[in-house]
């Protein structure tokens, strides 16, 4: 027995998928310039946040292709569609964030001891433009990454930039003023190092959910209690919550009732389905109801 059987919601992603596109024209274009300007100036740093801008770029392509393929319509072999991979791009995207990171780091420890020219100037110029285009696109996705896991993927990498993007201008102004080639590898490893704590916190997300842990910010307690206040209800056991993908939460629950309740399961049912739609967000919960004592022919149990 369940209530909430359909599954009508929009992926989260594919309702920011014009802004996404906006976003993957206007960094694209960033990462041309940065990496001619990069090659041109010799600058490491210059040429590390234009990395991390192509990881920008395929990270919200992978996010729009599975966003694509995450529309089409279950079927008997799986049941829940193609929703899972946003989350598997969101994983492959953290990962290759972690290979720019260490790249940077091995090709700035060798900068270090040998420190080449740089075109402070030209490198100053490019990474004003990237400041102002970064700012852009944090803009259009700032709505969509409370939403979306690859939204906010997207969106945390972009801050990532504008970040990288502060570090290279003072860099380039450092250098001007003191002459020190020394200080493009020392940016180059300050945008590395920007770029692992966002890897790991996306990564662990994208774990989470395809470990199927209970959603961030939902009580499992206080939705038990909430279930148990309906008139009739005497226990609810191996309750599940998970998270299909982002923006799409999931529930699993048995539900003991009064033997006077057997007779209006239905109306039970939507009870709880109103309650945990209208209180918790969940749209799709599938509830077994049980008469009292049937939980001991259950075999293995979750509380």
Do not use: C
Request: hydrophobic share 50%; aromatic share 6%.
């Amino acid at each position: 027995m369940g209530g909430g059987h359909g599954h009508g919601q929009a992926s989260a992603t594919a309702r920011h998928h014009g802004r996404l596109l906006v976003v993957v024209a206007i960094t694209s274009l960033v990462f041309v310039v940065q990496v001619v300007g990069g090659i041109a100036a010799n600058s490491l740093a210059l040429i590390s946040d234009a990395l991390h801008v192509a990881t920008d770029i395929t990270g919200v392509l992978m996010a729009l292709i599975a966003s694509h393929f995450a529309a089409r319509p279950a079927s008997e072999r799986r049941t829940f569609g193609y929703y899972r991979l946003e989350i598997l791009a969101a994983m492959v995207n953290a990962i290759v964030l972690f290979g720019i990171a260490i790249w940077v780091f091995s090709e700035a420890w060798t900068r270090l001891f040998a420190p080449p020219e740089v075109s402070s100037g030209l490198v100053l110029v490019i990474a004003l433009f990237g400041l102002a285009v970064n700012a852009l696109s944090l803009g259009l996705l700032h709505r969509g990454q409370q939403e979306s896991l690859n939204v906010r993927g997207a969106y945390l990498e972009v801050l990532g930039d504008l970040l990288g993007s502060v570090a290279v201008v003072v860099a380039a102004v450092a250098i001007q003023l003191t002459g020190w080639w020394v200080i493009d590898p020392i940016a180059s490893v300050v945008v590395a190092v920007m770029i692992l704590p966002r890897a790991w916190r996306l990564l662990r997300e994208a774990v989470d959910v395809l470990l199927e842990a209970t959603p961030k910010g939902m009580d499992l307690s206080e939705i038990r209690r909430h279930m148990m206040d309906r008139h009739g209800v005497l226990d609810v056991h191996d309750l599940h919550a998970w998270t299909l993908t982002s923006g799409l939460p999931v529930l699993s629950a048995h539900v003991v009732v009064e033997d006077s309740r057997l007779r209006d399961a239905g109306r039970l049912l939507d009870e709880l389905h109103e309650t945990l739609l209208g209180r918790f967000d969940v749209e799709h919960s599938t509830i077994q109801i049980e008469p009292v004592g049937h939980s001991d022919h259950e075999g293995a149990r979750h509380a």
